[in-house]
């Protein structure tokens, strides 16, 4: 039988201490007390908070576990905070368990907590490829976002011969409409220019490297500010298009709140290549994070925490190598990925888990998920890699380039796509999921 409790990690004493250690007897005549609560729950793990009142520390605590099968595990630890955080992993995806929690030579006990894990996804897709420009000149999509299964933006530059006075047209986008690829030259003061970047909130509200802002019908011309000038925007996130961040080069991170537009120092003068922020429901606020590094010119990474128009730097360790991209869902699934693909659970851990060449071999740019249990990562050579929540699947054969990389990708629902190049031409992979 797989042994299901395998360790407990009392994660991080002074963080999670919510009562005094001590080590004084209890008050005359007061009977301790234990209560369990789910913290959070994946498809192979559990965290489960463990709150006592009344104990003599330290003390030995016997948890228990029920399996749906009848059978049951215990593992003994010694308690030496009032309050602690239980970390169970080795569990089985979408399978029910029941804890309890005993004082060692005690009829002491907590309540009965129920956890059930999730489900794990689908490892298989279909996959489906579309190629752009090539005849004139290299092209290349660095960015992509999905409103609907029938409205994709991807951006770059594009470029196709004809017989115009220079040989050929450039295209900064192309847009799907549920049945075509339409190729999109996009604007600014009358000139096509490269749009690096493409966030979307809904169809009537998305935004082309901070510089235009479509509302579905116009695309709408935005002031350049001195502080979006001489850097070259790489990635953009907000909650509203009052609350905008733009992050790029040299170290560039700038928010706009909907009127006007204020540089955020870094800390760092390398490249920020991504950005990633969600709502915290424990906080009540926006976590964000961005990741920086010079991608190809040095092994220098840094991981930056934004908040309230501020910034400091994070630990990377044990990273060695540069970083890409960075998601995350708050207080239950960290990743930071480039040479390599590194997660925590919770920000308070000391150290990014996983190793350079645990996941795969090449060179992650963009990772992105619908939830703990469905991720994907894509990189160099057309890599693409899927998280179930259990583990991942790698070696997809149909998305692989002969000479080119994934750059960016976006996720929705059943659908994956990924931009990039391959040799001279732009390059789409659609990937649609089949559930099982």
């Not at 047209?169 to 690829?181: K, Q």
């Not at 583990?391 to 990708?409: A, I, M």
Request: net charge negative; proline share 3%.
């Amino acid at each position: 039988m797989k042994r299901a409790i395998v360790g407990f990690l009392l994660i991080g004493f002074s963080l999670f201490l919510k009562s005094c250690n001590t080590t004084e007897p209890p008050p005359n005549g007061q009977k301790p007390t234990l209560e369990l609560t789910l913290e959070d729950v994946s498809c192979i793990e559990a965290w489960i908070q463990l709150k006592t009142t009344n104990l003599q520390l330290p003390t030995t605590i016997t948890l228990k576990q029920y399996n749906l099968s009848g059978d049951s595990l215990s593992q003994n630890f010694l308690l030496n905070t009032q309050d602690s955080l239980l970390y169970i992993d080795s569990l089985l995806p979408n399978q029910t368990y029941k804890f309890v929690t005993t004082i060692e030579q005690s009829n002491n006990k907590s309540n009965e907590l129920s956890v059930t894990t999730m489900d794990t996804t689908s490892h298989n897709f279909t996959f489906e490829t579309f190629t752009f420009g090539g005849t004139a000149g290299s092209s290349t999509l660095y960015d992509c976002a999905i409103i609907s299964p029938e409205n994709i933006w991807c951006v770059g530059e594009i470029y196709v011969a004809d017989t115009s006075i220079n040989g050929y047209t450039m295209y900064n986008a192309v847009h799907w409409d549920g049945s075509d690829w339409n190729l999109k030259r996009i604007l600014y003061d009358g000139s096509i220019w490269t749009i690096t970047t493409i966030f979307a909130f809904s169809e009537n509200d998305i935004w082309f490297s901070a510089f235009v802002r479509y509302d579905g019908q116009n695309f709408i011309e935005m002031p350049i500010p001195a502080i979006l000038m001489g850097w070259r925007p790489n990635k953009i996130w907000g909650s509203s298009s009052s609350d905008l961040y733009v992050v790029g080069n040299n170290g560039n991170i700038v928010h706009y709140n909907g009127q006007s537009w204020q540089r955020i120092e870094s800390g760092t003068e390398l490249n920020i290549n991504d950005i990633w922020g969600d709502y915290n429901d424990k906080t009540g606020e926006y976590e964000i994070l961005a990741v920086a590094s010079n991608v190809n010119t040095s092994t220098e990474r840094t991981i930056i925490k934004i908040y309230n128009n501020t910034s400091r730097i994070i630990s990377s360790s044990p990273i060695q190598w540069s970083l890409r991209t960075v998601w995350f869902m708050p207080s239950r699934r960290y990743y930071v990925a480039g040479s390599g693909v590194y997660e925590k659970h919770n920000l308070t851990e000391n150290e990014w888990r996983n190793n350079t060449l645990d996941i795969t071999t090449f060179y992650t740019n963009r990772i992105r998920g619908n939830d703990v249990n469905d991720v994907v990562g894509i990189g160099a050579f057309g890599d693409f890699v899927h998280f179930n929540g259990s583990g991942w699947k790698v070696n997809y054969q149909e998305p692989e380039l002969n000479y080119g990389s994934y750059l960016s990708l976006d996720i929705k629902e059943e659908l994956v796509v990924a931009v990039g190049l391959e040799y001279d031409q732009a390059v789409i992979q659609i990937a649609t999921k089949i559930n099982q």
